[in-house]
């Protein structure tokens, strides 16, 4: 048991030691990408946009209130 915890805690540590990477200065602006941020990206918001517009449930203008017909 107590070769098996060892190889286990190795495995672990190798794993974790290989993960870490540096990152050089210049390739720190693409780290705060937006497209690399948590969440849904542009296209994703637009396209859920448009299908509550379709659906009726968010007016397209904000102000007007939509029927939902999908004639915007």
């Known amino acids: 048991m107590q070769l098996f915890k060892f190889y286990f805690l190795l495995c672990f ?8 990477q540096t990152v050089k200065p210049y390739q720190r602006v693409y780290l705060n990408d937006p497209e690399m941020q948590m969440g849904k990206n542009n296209a994703e918001r637009y396209e859920e946009h448009v299908q509550d ?3 009726g449930a968010t007016p397209p203008g904000g102000a007007t209130k939509s029927g939902g017909c999908g004639c915007n």
């Open 53 to 55: 517009i379709r659906e």
């Open 13 to 20: 540590t190798l794993l974790f030691i290989c993960s870490c």
